[in-house]
């Protein structure tokens, strides 16, 4: 048996920018704004509520208070404008999902991979009646993919096609190692 390795002219593959990617929910943005903004929330309580007992950053600490107060304006704003921007494919044999503002993240998740899928809700994912997706490969610790923005029912519609080609797929075949 011969080993081949043949080249592969990089100009002739397909583009991933090409593919139609569908937009998450519109509703992720207030969604994630919620999420952000109570945490941001949490923060300048801390900051502003600390007990400090130096008279010198006593006096700063309004002001501290009002910069993370600031950031997490800037943050909740962000997270906004990173919300509307969130899209993802579903393949034949992948599933991609891209988002991101200042780094724009792409993954492709290839379906043969795929070992088992979650569905994943807090209480104000439930309030806008959004859905996440794990999917888990195999060796992998957490989810190597976590499709957030989904409707519910798009949700239940997307995991059972991915569940439905997880019972179709044939099993990976397992390698062994020969004995010398």
Wanted: with cysteine; net charge positive.
């Amino acid at each position: 048996m011969t080993f081949h390795n043949e080249a592969i002219d990089p100009e002739a593959l397909p583009s991933l920018a090409a593919v139609p990617l569908t937009p998450v929910s519109p509703r992720l943005a207030p969604c994630q704004a919620i999420l952000l903004l109570v945490r941001w929330l949490v923060v300048t309580a801390m900051v502003l509520l600390f007990p400090v007992r130096d008279e010198a950053l006593a006096l700063w600490q309004p002001w501290l208070a009002a910069t993370a107060g600031g950031l997490g304006l800037i943050s909740v704003a962000l997270g906004w404008v990173e919300a509307r921007r969130r899209a993802y494919g579903l393949r034949e044999h992948d599933l991609i999902y891209r988002r991101g503002l200042l780094v724009r993240r792409t993954q492709v998740l290839p379906l043969v991979r795929l070992q088992h899928v979650e569905s994943l809700s807090n209480p104000v994912e439930r309030a806008f009646g959004l859905v996440r997706l794990a999917c888990f490969t195999a060796g992998g610790r957490g989810a190597d993919l976590v499709l957030e923005g989904l409707p519910a029912p798009r949700a239940e519609a997307v995991k059972q096609h991915l569940l439905a080609r997880l019972s179709a797929a044939p099993p990976e075949p397992r390698q062994t190692e020969e004995a010398p």
